[in-house]
């Protein structure tokens, strides 16, 4: 999660803010996820709100070339619409969500960490991490 989150820190050097870098912290997410045990957390801690609109700033500066992209989920949905993502919408939600997991990391504890991780993935980031990675993959390998 820390590799993650060291993408967007003013120390690292723009040349390793790179598509390939990016694709390679997000597998280790994925991985860290299914490698993890479920746990309940020992505290109901919570870690402090943070302000979206700074987060995707940041994401904005570090991944400027990031645009939006077209997907749907498999069931069937009323109208079946093809719904537009936002890769910095994506990167900014899974920054402001392990951000939250480390503040829980070090103000309240493994347990409540590990629950905020996989509990997260499960409800929210997940699914921002799975479209990004897709994205990321047609921008790499499928894109003009």
Not at 41 to 55: G, H, K, Y
Request: aromatic letters at 12%.
């Amino acid at each position: 999660m820390r590799y993650f989150l060291r993408l967007f820190e003013d120390a690292t050097p723009a040349e390793e803010r790179t598509p390939e870098r990016l694709c390679d912290v997000l597998d280790r997410l994925l991985i860290a996820y299914h490698e993890t045990a479920d746990t309940a957390p020992e505290t109901d801690a919570q870690p402090p709100s943070r302000d979206f609109q700074e987060d995707r700033r940041l994401m904005e500066r570090c991944f400027s070339d990031f645009g939006l992209y077209g997907w749907s989920e498999p069931e069937e949905r009323p109208g079946g619409d093809v719904m537009v993502g936002d890769a910095i919408d994506d990167l900014a939600d899974l920054y402001a969500e392990l951000r939250g997991v480390d503040w829980l990391s070090t103000n309240s504890g493994q347990a409540d960490a590990v629950w905020g991780f996989r509990s997260g993935y499960r409800t929210h980031w997940g699914r921002h991490l799975l479209n990004l990675r897709s994205y990321l993959h047609w921008k790499l390998h499928e894109g003009p």
